[in-house]
């Protein structure tokens, strides 16, 4: 059975700092997914991943993966208040498998 | 588009009634998924239909859950009876090549 690890599960952050949520999965997936969910809200989705050394971008928020290592990352850059959500990694085609969640704070 | 739609947003029942959640799927999109979250066991992925057949339905918790999908724009989620430990925020989610929707969700709460 799939299994998604993220770490860590807490993170608190000040702002203009730099840091990084890690995703492991267990099994080979052709697709990886990043959302972030704010409190009481759905689910948007950030990035998705297709292949093997896929990196996206969007604004303070990279992702990368790495399927040979079955690691996912995303990057934050510069963090800011607006960021501080609840960030989701999920793997699977269409079964897809979520991970526990990051509860990023970032801090003046 | 007004995206994946839910009803209600939320519920309040007592224990052992019926409890039908409904999702009105994104015009076009062909794979249709029921996730449940919870504080305790996150997000779980129920039942997942392609093309309204149901595909894989070993996320359904026990028999006292049931899903359908009649036709491509709608779906229902049925818990009969309800537990209190069937509390949680029940999504909805439409899938069209590799970008999913997730519906606003319906926040259920099982007295």
């Known amino acids: 059975e799939l299994k998604v690890e993220q770490n860590p599960l807490f993170l608190s952050m000040q702002e203009g700092k730099n840091y990084t949520i890690y995703c492991n999965y267990s099994?080979?997936?052709?697709?990886l997914y990043w959302y972030r969910q704010d409190p009481g809200k759905s689910l948007e989705s950030l990035f998705v991943l297709l292949s093997n050394g896929a990196v996206k971008q969007e604004g303070r928020l990279m992702a990368s993966l790495d399927t040979k290592a079955r690691l996912s990352t995303l990057h934050i850059t510069a963090a800011v208040h607006d960021l501080s959500a609840t960030y989701f990694c999920?793997?699977?085609?269409?079964?897809?498998?979520f991970g526990a969640g990051t509860r990023l704070t970032v801090k003046p | 588009d007004a995206g994946v739609i839910q009803s209600p947003r939320h519920e309040v029942t007592e224990m052992g009634q019926e409890v039908t959640l409904r999702c009105k799927p994104i015009s076009g999109h062909d794979y249709l998924f029921w996730y449940r979250q919870t504080m305790m066991r996150g997000l779980e992925l129920l039942i997942y239909?392609?093309?309204?057949?149901?595909?894989?339905d070993s996320g359904m918790p026990e028999d006292r859950f049931s899903a359908k999908m009649p036709n491509a724009s709608f779906s229902t989620l049925k818990i009969q009876p309800s537990e209190p430990r069937d509390s949680a925020v029940y999504f909805c989610?439409?899938?069209?090549?590799?970008?999913?929707?997730f519906g606003p969700g319906t926040r259920l709460t099982v007295t």
């Open positions: 239909f392609n093309n309204n057949v149901p595909i894989d």
């Open positions: 099994t080979t997936s052709d697709r």
């Open positions: 989610a439409t899938l069209l090549g590799a970008e999913q929707y």
């Open positions: 999920a793997v699977g085609n269409n079964d897809m498998r």
